[in-house]
Antibody, heavy 123, light 107 residues
Framework: QVQLVESGGGLVQPGRSLRLSCAASGFTLSSNAMHWVRQAPGEGLEWVAA????????YNADSVKGRFTFSRDNSKNTLYLQMDSLRREDTAVYYC????????????????WGRGTLVSVSS | EIVLTQSPATLSLPPGERATLSCRASQSVRSYLAWYQQKPGQAPRLLIY???NRATGIPARFSGSGSETDFTLTISSLEPEDFAVYYC?????????FGQGTRLEIK
């Protein structure tokens, strides 16, 4: 079954760190760039970060630049989002998302989404 | 950053009617625009990519049009399962951006 499963969300205090994981199955993860997209409660979608198929290039939204690090281990079919210096405004459901492009043809569109994991930043 | 402005914020229509949703970009995104549908408690789903191409499994009642800065998602005859929130998204420039969404509700 082609799917993405996020884990690692939870309640964390402001200023602390959290690492999200995304396990991919049913497709060759190493072929696709990947993204994280988040959605604050009751709000719209916000693109957060992207990583190329081989991990050689990453892009971050300005809102998380310098605080979030996106990495991947294709041998384990797993992606990671290291979130440091968390702020209350980082509270959201975080979706792991596949780019529809292959190899170096990206970014295209978001064609496969996980169910999301909730991150709550509060004291 | 490319700002995508969707209108209306909320659209109320009965089943069977035609729905027209708009997305305007702050500068040209050429044809690099997609539409997503999100139902409550679910992840978004890709509907349309590159302005007018339906994603796999998307019914023909969904269509997209437009170019450069002005884009439209049309649902020709609303089915009960179509009532949801719709987002446009551009991929021409980093950062990738979404519109704020249009909520399509049953009248």
């Amino acid at each position: 079954q082609v799917q993405l499963v996020e884990s690692g969300g939870g309640l964390v205090q402001p200023g602390r760190s959290l690492r999200l994981s995304c396990a991919a199955s049913g497709f060759t993860l190493s072929s696709n760039a990947m993204h994280w997209v988040r959605q604050a409660p009751g709000e719209g979608l916000e693109w957060v970060a992207a990583i190329s198929y081989d991990g050689s290039n990453t892009y971050n939204a300005d809102s998380v630049k310098g605080r979030f690090t996106f990495s991947r281990d294709n041998s384990k079919n797993t992606l990671y989002l290291q979130m440091d210096s968390l702020r209350r405004e980082d509270t959201a459901v975080y979706y792991c998302v596949r780019d529809s492009g292959y190899g170096s043809t990206w970014p295209l569109y978001f064609d496969l989404w996980g169910r999301g994991t909730l991150v709550s930043v509060s004291s | 950053e490319i700002v995508l402005t969707q209108s209306p914020a909320t659209l109320s229509l009965p089943p069977g009617e035609r729905a027209t949703l708009s997305c305007r970009a702050s500068q040209s995104v050429r044809s690099y625009l997609a539409w997503y549908q999100q139902k409550p408690g679910q992840a978004p789903r890709l509907l349309i990519y590159d302005v007018s191409n339906r994603a796999t499994g998307i019914p023909a009642r969904f269509s997209g049009s437009g170019s450069e800065t002005d884009f439209t998602l049309t649902i020709s005859s609303l089915e009960p399962e179509d009532f949801a929130v719709y987002y446009c998204q551009q991929r021409r420039y980093w950062p990738l951006t979404f519109g704020q969404g249009t909520r399509l509700e049953i009248k």
